[in-house]
């Protein structure tokens, strides 16, 4: 059933390489995040990957002031396009998320 496994095919791409094959017209990529490290309790090492912190650097806040005293987690970037100009539906979770 979708989304219970991880057998696709996948393999390492820069973001770069992502956005030509995009605009090449391939409907088949799609990017997801990496893992961050852990600790020995499972929790992150850090919010984001360095890229997404080099990213955030200028940034006056980290925590919208919109979640209040919620502590984000994790920080991703999530890209995508639908002719409808609306969600892709490519991506879900259980996850609360800001967009």
């Not at 006056?60 to 002719?83: C, D, E, F, H």
């Amino acid at each position: 059933p979708f989304g219970q496994s991880d057998r696709s095919s996948r393999h390492s791409t820069t973001l770069a390489e992502f956005c030509r094959e995009l605009k090449s017209g391939s409907e088949l990529g799609y990017l997801t995040t990496q893992p961050l490290p852990e600790d020995s309790d499972g929790c992150p090492q850090a919010i984001a990957a360095p890229h997404v912190m080099r990213l955030l650097a200028g940034a006056r806040r980290l925590r919208p002031q919109v979640l209040g005293k919620l502590a984000p987690v994790q920080y991703n970037i999530w890209l995508g396009r639908t002719s409808a100009g609306s969600t892709s539906g490519l991506h879900h979770d259980f996850h609360d998320n800001l967009y």
